[in-house]
């Protein structure tokens, strides 16, 4: 799961690091993540997870960080998908 | 009105940025952020999504509820008659607002080449919470 999560945020994320360097719990709102790119992250996890954010997970600490991202994911019961 | 009673949200967004998720996502994208008003207000041009988008953000801001589960579509950026934005709140975001104070709104969009950007100023009611001496 955190593999495709980093390869959306290198996908859609905009950040200032190099995805694949980030930490579980680094605030990506600081490292540059925007509302609107937010937004991007949001659409491409659902497609990458075949999943749908409901509008209760619509906060910005969803998308704040890998775990946060993860435990979103995890309570939408999404699985990695084979390759 | 006394300073405690408003509150301002700014934001900031790219054109490009919103170019490029209409490219990638299409309508998921257009119909997740703004309401069939903004679409049609726009005519889903670039420019002025990412203006409704900046104003979006603004308003979020001025509500100050910073990490609040909002629909983006639930804050619409409607026109009044003449052609002056206008703030419609729906779902969550008119309970917080609600929940604030906030009676009145006024809102700012512009655009210019790679950037669009907007100023929302949030009203509160000047009695909500107002000591009763400063009632006269």
């Known amino acids: 799961m955190r593999d495709l999560i980093c390869s959306v945020l290198a996908d859609h994320a905009r950040l200032k690091s190099d995805a694949s360097e980030l930490g579980d719990e680094d605030d990506l709102y600081q490292l540059g993540l925007t509302s609107h790119a937010s937004v991007n992250v949001m659409l491409a996890l659902e497609e990458a997870f075949d999943v749908e954010f409901p509008n209760e997970l619509l906060r910005k600490s969803t998308f704040q960080s890998i775990a946060n991202m993860a435990a979103a994911l995890r309570e939408l019961g999404a699985e990695v998908p084979a390759r | ?136």
């Open chain 2, 1 to 136: 009105m006394s300073i405690q009673h408003l509150a301002v949200g700014v934001d900031l967004v790219l054109v490009a940025d919103v170019a490029r998720s209409v490219e990638q996502f299409g309508d998921r994208y257009l119909d997740r952020v703004y309401t069939p008003a903004e679409r049609g207000d726009t005519a889903d041009s670039p420019s002025g999504l990412a203006a409704r988008f900046a104003a979006k953000e603004a308003v979020f801001k001025a509500i100050g509820a910073t990490d609040a589960a909002v629909a983006w579509s639930d804050i619409e950026i409607g026109r009044r008659p003449g052609g002056a934005p206008e703030v419609v709140l729906r779902a969550e975001a008119r309970r917080l607002a609600d929940e604030a104070g906030i009676g009145h709104w006024a809102v700012s969009m512009t655009h210019e080449g790679a950037m669009a950007a907007a100023v929302a100023v949030a009203c509160k009611d000047a009695r909500a919470g107002r000591p009763a001496e400063e009632e006269r």
